[in-house]
């Protein structure tokens, strides 16, 4: 039997109800070569069920392991896929149709190690979720950190594809959770292998379905951000320190109003200001009064819950 071209590696933790539409989005690729590795990471509620549902429509192979971590469970199919490419989309993805077809095309014209793509919101997702989608990938917070140039353009697992090459010289993820895939990115830049930005090769991306949920999310991505400056030294830049200083600021505004009331107060308009920019530009660009004005207490847990992640894990024990 031919080996496919490209091999899908999925970890996956207590998320049958996410897997079945992922699984579902792939059925309809435009562009059919490719295999899939579904890697049970000592799941609960495992997938073992709508594994046997696509048993038949795709070809997929379904493994249970003991709960490692993202990073690890990642790794595990690696070693299993036979394909020339491996490529990584996170449990919650849906996949447009021409995901891989995008792939091809850019591979026709410029030959890569590595590449990555956007992640976008969905019409019949959540009005909650999309103002998470719009204010995780925007300028105007922390978007610019998580990489959406093409310049010095890092991949994150939600979609990324490495050749086998790459992973034979990096040896796949070396951190078990929080920025794995930023450190991966880190390594391969500094192999220099030739990483790229495919922008039509983008994933639908659902976020987290509360607040609360959200919070611990980013709490995480700020942790690892801490985890991923002492492993490579200088790879913390003065934009990681951005939510730090917004949530510092935060607090300060209660204390100065008490005790200085005019720069208190100033202090007070420029963030009400920053909202309602954020308010109007997700409003431009989403055309959804409900997700412009979610986006506003979406930003604030974003910038605050980075934030408390990130002087944790550089002050803490």
């Given amino acids: 039997m031919q080996n496919p071209k490209y091999s899908v590696i999925i970890p996956v933790y207590n998320r049958p109800h996410e897997v079945w539409e992922l699984l579902e989005s792939l059925t309809?690729?435009?562009?059919?070569?490719?295999?899939?590795?579904?890697?049970?990471?000592?799941?609960?509620?495992?997938s073992r069920e709508v594994y046997e549902q696509y048993a038949s429509k795709l070809?997929?192979?379904?493994?249970?392991?003991?709960?490692?971590?993202?990073?690890?469970?990642?790794?595990?199919?690696?070693?299993?896929?036979?394909?020339?490419y491996f490529v990584v989309f996170d449990s919650d993805c849906?996949?447009?149709?021409?995901?891989f077809t995008a792939v091809e095309n850019f591979m026709l014209t410029e030959k890569v190690d590595a590449w990555g793509g956007p992640d976008r919101g969905r019409d019949d997702f959540t009005p909650l979720q999309r103002a998470m989608g719009?204010?995780?990938?925007?300028?105007?917070?922390?978007?610019?950190?998580?990489?959406?140039?093409?310049?010095?353009?890092?991949?994150?697992?939600f979609n990324m594809g490495i050749s086998r090459a790459v992973y034979n010289q990096t040896n796949g993820f070396s951190f078990d959770r929080y920025a794995e895939d930023i450190e991966l990115s880190v390594r391969m830049r500094k192999h220099g292998f030739n990483v790229a930005l495919i922008s039509d090769a983008f994933v639908y991306h659902k976020r987290r379905t509360t607040l609360h949920d959200f919070f611990k999310q980013v709490s995480n991505f700020g942790k690892g951000r801490v985890l991923v400056g002492r492993t490579h030294p200088g790879e913390i830049k003065l934009t990681h320190w951005f939510p730090v200083c917004f949530l510092l600021g935060m607090c300060a505004v209660p204390i100065m109003i008490l005790f200085f009331p005019m720069p208190g107060m100033m202090l007070l308009t420029g963030y009400g200001s920053y909202f309602l920019i954020i308010a109007i530009h997700a409003f431009i660009t989403l055309k959804s009064v409900s997700v412009a004005l979610l986006s506003v207490p979406s930003a604030f847990v974003q910038l605050t819950g980075?934030?408390?992640?990130?002087?944790?894990?550089?002050?803490?024990?």
């Fill in 94 to 99: 849906v996949i447009p149709e021409t995901y």
């Fill in 59 to 84: 070809s997929i192979a379904y493994y249970f392991k003991p709960n490692s971590g993202p990073g690890p469970s990642r790794n595990f199919g690696f070693e299993r896929a036979r394909g020339e």
């Fill in 28 to 46: 309809r690729q435009t562009y059919k070569n490719f295999e899939i590795l579904l890697v049970e990471d000592g799941s609960e509620k495992t």
């Fill in 134 to 157: 719009y204010t995780m990938a925007s300028v105007l917070t922390t978007g610019g950190i998580r990489g959406g140039k093409k310049r010095g353009f890092q991949p994150r697992s």
């Fill in 306 to 317: 980075y934030g408390v992640g990130f002087l944790k894990q550089m002050f803490g024990r």
